[in-house]
């Protein structure tokens, strides 16, 4: 025989246990079938299975998120460039002469580019707190991208809108 005293809930039934630990007894807890969502409480969502596992979504929302990343820096660095760009792009429309509005490309183009970086860096943002949180994400960097290409075209057309070569480019078109 051992002097030792048994510990807490060794001799305990599980009932007794339950009971000690204040929750009801076996035979009182509804049955509950393997596989089945339990019911919400109060109006708590339930996720599903397909909300916890969206292998498809976190891939195309990631290869979203590189492949904006990567036109973001090509784009913005071009912008940086601003002449260099509406040259080719002025050719490309057939515009003859070159694009002179310097001082004013200098600044909407760089505006342009910090436009293209935060805007992206806002969609990524948005775009991992919606995969962390496990909720369809995949169309958080095409709307993003919408915004910001929307924005820094306006800040791209400012100066465009001012240079005599387009200007007369436009003039001529609409006179035709």
Do not use: H
Not at 128 to 140: A, E, H
Not at 165 to 174: E, L
Request: glycine residues 8%.
């Amino acid at each position: 025989m051992t002097d030792q005293r048994p510990q807490y809930g060794e001799i305990a039934t599980l009932d007794e246990q339950r009971r000690a630990a204040g929750l009801p007894p076996l035979d009182e807890v509804p049955a509950v079938e393997v596989g089945a969502a339990p019911a919400p409480a109060d109006g708590a969502r339930v996720d599903s299975a397909a909300a916890r596992a969206r292998p498809v979504d976190r891939f195309v929302t990631i290869a979203l998120l590189a492949y904006g990343l990567v036109n973001v820096v090509m784009t913005g660095l071009s912008y940086l460039d601003f002449a260099t760009a509406m040259n080719q792009m002025m050719s490309v429309l057939g515009v003859d002469g070159d694009f002179t509005n310097y001082a004013e490309g200098r600044t909407w183009g760089t505006i342009a580019a910090i436009v293209l970086a935060v805007g992206w860096s806002l969609t990524a943002y948005f775009s991992i707190r919606r995969l962390r949180t496990r909720k369809l994400s995949w169309w958080v960097p095409l709307v993003g991208a919408a915004i910001t290409l929307l924005v820094a075209s306006v800040c791209a057309a400012i100066p465009l809108m001012n240079d005599p070569a387009f200007i007369d480019f436009v003039a001529n078109t609409a006179g035709q």
